[in-house]
């Protein structure tokens, strides 16, 4: 079974709304964390939020939040406001276990978003 | 701050070449991983180290190998180049102390054929 379901390949949004990616995730682990990334097309990844499987409040970072329903297991992003620059390749991934594990990500197959103008 | 480098950025192959890939961090992280991606594709964790001397296979081993001999520097090695090896790959590393939130940082990649 995938551990990272991402089921928006492509999305589009118009400049200035918010957007929300899909995430959804599969593990036995009550500790783990969730992370997304961004990739543009110059191919760098780029992290922009983390929400840990403990954390009581969703996390929040500037203009990207994390919407994490734990009994759904789902840990969508949102963002708000788009921006032509937050068109990108964005990727879901997962850590499990702590402490003492490897702390190696799994990742989902990404949402590739357009913000049009 | 130089963080996670790594060498050659672009790369051509004949099958059956080999070469290796190299990553180096300055950041003094205990924790290095090397990950594939695929076009289109989220990526795989090919081997990952949690300190110099320690390796351990990820995902998608096969083709592949590590060596830690020093904190900074986790290099990967392709031996028999093979065309399912095309990919862009990325090493990335963590301190490995302290929180689980702890980002990955990653280099630019490495765009690697295979012809």
């Known amino acids: 079974a995938q551990k990272i379901t991402q089921t928006q390949p492509g999305m589009f949004v118009q400049e200035k709304e918010a957007v929300t990616l899909d995430c959804t995730y599969d593990?036995?682990?009550?500790?783990?964390?969730l992370f997304w990334y961004k990739q543009p097309s110059s191919g760098e990844m780029i992290f922009l939020i983390y929400?840990?499987?403990?954390?009581?409040q969703n996390a929040t970072e500037g203009r990207y939040s994390l919407n994490f329903q734990k009994a759904r297991k789902s840990a969508n992003l949102v963002i708000s406001a788009s921006q032509l620059g937050d068109s990108a390749m964005y990727f879901c991934?997962?850590?499990?276990?702590?402490?003492?594990?490897?702390?190696?990500?799994?990742f989902g197959s990404g949402t590739q978003l357009t913000v049009l103008p | 701050n130089a963080g996670v480098t790594q060498t050659p950025k672009f790369r051509i192959l004949k099958i059956g070449q080999s070469m290796t890939l190299q990553c180096t961090q300055d950041?003094?992280?205990?924790?290095m991983y090397w990950y594939r991606q695929d076009p289109g594709m989220g990526l795989k964790l090919i081997y990952y180290?949690?300190?110099?001397?320690?390796?351990d296979k990820g995902e998608v081993p096969n083709g592949y190998n590590v060596s830690r001999s020093t904190t900074e520097d986790f290099p990967l090695r392709l031996e028999l180049a093979a065309p399912s090896q095309t990919s862009v790959y990325f090493c990335?590393?963590?301190?490995?102390?302290?929180?689980?939130?702890?980002?990955?940082?990653f280099g630019d990649g490495t765009r690697l054929s295979i012809l």
């Open positions: 593990t036995s682990d009550p500790s783990y964390g």
């Open positions: 180290s949690v300190g110099a001397g320690i390796t």
């Open positions: 929400q840990g499987s403990y954390d009581q």
């Open positions: 991934a997962m850590r499990e276990g702590m402490p003492g594990s490897a702390r190696q990500l799994t």
């Open positions: 950041m003094n992280h205990n924790y």
């Open positions: 990335a590393s963590i301190p490995g102390s302290g929180g689980g939130n702890q980002p990955q940082h």
